[in-house]
């Protein structure tokens, strides 16, 4: 009999524990904005997960956008693009990258890889960057050429100067470069090393040339979630740092910043802007992925604090000269849904109702139930800042029933003629979404 | 031609080596998790959460042994208060494999070094009881006829 109650309460205490995992996300529209809704953390024993199945896109699928507007695959068949770089000639760069690997640290990280890669997320990166051509606009390319090869995991890049800078997940390389050309010989020049091994966790080097072309903003994500490799491994890290371009001089220009996944320069001002990725395994709704102007000299908080003052139990040593310093980012996009993509407006874009703000694309969660993200929004912007609700611009790429998914947003850019270009890494596909005016 | 058979050859169950061998992997978590507790070093977490996955599989196949033991016919009646013992331990240890997922301080403090100790005290008492589940087979009646 008391073995019996015994057996009968050691159950009940993993119910209850296990009880914790059925937690569901609430309305992201309460965390859209400059003063976004931010729940208390929440740790569980299984943290919620959703993941939908990767199944890529059927003859003739495409995502859906609003009325008025027309959408079509420019490149299909890619390996795993992540970044689109129009160029004023006409041409698009196509980033086709992952991640180099990491090593396990413990036996979570086995089980969270098979987890993730049931979302497409593991599926092997080109390692190269493609050219495609459209000299006509018409969105229907005339040729795709491999432009460089044998990359290592690259992510941003920028042409300044008839010069092609990648940034590889541990160095910025620079390639003679003229734009119309559609295959680079050359061998690249090492510009300068950016922080990668070991872990590498964040390996993604989003970058953006300075207005004058002189500095390059590279964003380099942390080393772990939250610091849970151990903060040595922290070091010049969670930032943003600024390179001179011609000398490869670098020195950090904003830190406490997670996983700066992309970053943009806002027409007319210049000013530095980037979509940041939140942490995980916080709750559904903690925190907030964002986008922010970053400040020079800035620091956002990670890893001891988010959203300003919200300290994360998870980070020991605390730290609370540093949580005090924390500045409040400017718009909240809601939680999980890993915004990777930002590109402003430049004013003749596909619809009037996105001539001021930018375009995020969120490759959507893994961390939340119900999932969030999985599409491309347009964020308005009022008196140089992000303001309003966010309008959804290309959607449906999860299934109807939100169990599978045919394609995940990653880059976004606008090509010369104001269409909306957009990396698929899970579909391996470009899409161009062009306004009635300029369809053919 | 009777065979004979010697009162030392009496069967002994196999299970006791695999519950012992995760049973001292299980408590070493409760080390680690102190060292972690004091000195907040990551890599003690991490030891911590090797030991109790490591504990945990040998748990498991102290269970399939001890199957193999009543199969084998090396085991005598199961013996209840040890069964449970070893059987909230391992509970608990699956739980706090859990707990030990998490990212950081709260992987350890509070909930995971409060379970690593509930179960170093439950296994202390299963090992001075030897580790064992059930009783030594008697040798039965007429064998040695």
Request: glycine share 12%; with cysteine.
């Amino acid at each position: 009999m008391t073995m019996k109650r015994l057996r009968t309460a050691s159950s009940l205490i993993v119910v209850a524990m296990l009880a914790g995992c059925n937690d569901k996300g609430g309305d992201p529209s309460k965390q859209y904005g400059s003063n976004p809704d931010i729940p208390e953390s929440h740790q569980y024993v299984i943290p919620p997960m959703s993941v939908p199945q990767a199944v890529g896109w059927k003859e003739g699928e495409t995502p859906t956008v609003p009325g008025g507007l027309r959408i079509q695959a420019m490149a299909n068949g890619l390996m795993h693009p992540r970044v689109v770089y129009p160029l004023s000639n006409g041409d698009i760069l196509v980033v086709e990258s992952n991640g180099p690997g990491t090593k396990p640290f413990r036996p979570k990280d086995y089980i969270s890889g098979l987890i993730k890669a049931r979302g497409g997320s593991a599926d092997k990166g080109g390692n190269r960057i493609t050219l495609l051509r459209d000299a006509d606009g018409d969105g229907v390319p005339e040729s795709k050429t491999v432009l460089v090869d044998h990359l290592h995991s690259p992510y941003g890049v920028a042409v300044v100067a008839d010069t092609l800078y990648v940034a590889n997940t541990d160095a910025i390389i620079a390639y003679p470069f003229k734009p119309g050309q559609t295959e680079i010989k050359e061998p690249g020049t090492k510009l300068t090393d950016l922080p990668a091994g070991p872990i590498n966790h964040h390996w993604t080097k989003s970058m953006v040339a300075s207005p004058d072309g002189s500095k390059l903003y590279v964003g380099v994500g942390s080393n772990s979630n939250v610091a849970e490799n151990g903060l040595d491994i922290e070091e010049d890290r969670a930032a943003i740092f600024e390179v001179d371009r011609l000398t490869g001089a670098k020195r950090l220009y904003a830190t406490g910043i997670r996983n700066p996944t992309n970053l943009a320069l806002q027409p007319g001002t210049g000013q530095l802007f980037a979509v940041v990725n939140g942490r995980d395994e916080n709750g559904p709704d903690a925190d907030p992925d964002y986008l922010s102007l970053i400040k020079e000299g800035g620091f956002y908080g990670w890893p001891y604090s988010y959203w300003g003052q919200h300290v994360d139990d998870r980070v020991q040593p605390q730290k609370p000269d540093m949580v005090a310093k924390a500045i409040k980012p400017d718009y909240g996009l809601s939680s999980h849904v890993a915004a990777l993509g930002l590109a402003f407006s430049q004013g003749q874009t596909v619809s009037p109702q996105f001539t001021t703000g930018a375009f995020v694309g969120e490759h959507g969660s893994w961390n939340r139930d119900p999932l969030n993200g999985y599409q491309v929004i347009f964020v308005p912007f009022a008196d140089g800042r992000p303001n309003g609700a966010p309008i959804p611009v290309v959607t449906d790429f999860l299934a109807q029933d939100k169990k599978t998914v045919r394609g995940r947003p990653v880059g976004v850019a606008l090509d010369r003629t104001g269409s909306l270009i957009v990396a698929d890494d899970v579909g391996n596909t470009v899409w161009r979404v062009s306004g009635a005016a300029a369809t053919h | 031609m009777a065979k004979l058979v010697g009162r030392h050859r009496t069967p002994r169950p196999l299970h006791p080596l695999f519950v012992g061998l995760g049973g001292a992997l299980l408590m070493a978590a409760l080390f680690t998790d102190s060292m972690y507790f004091s000195n907040a070093l990551m890599q003690w977490a991490n030891f911590s959460a090797w030991l109790i996955t490591g504990g945990l599989v040998l748990a498991l196949i102290g269970a399939l042994v001890l199957v193999l033991d009543y199969m084998l016919g090396r085991a005598g009646p199961i013996s209840w208060p040890d069964f449970g013992l070893l059987a909230l331990a391992a509970t608990l240890s699956i739980v706090n494999v859990f707990i030990h997922t998490r990212d950081g301080w709260t992987s350890v403090v509070p909930s995971g070094i409060t379970v690593s100790a509930l179960v170093t005290i439950l296994l202390l008492i299963a090992g001075l009881r030897g580790w064992c589940v059930t009783g030594v087979k008697a040798p039965a009646r007429g064998d040695n006829a």
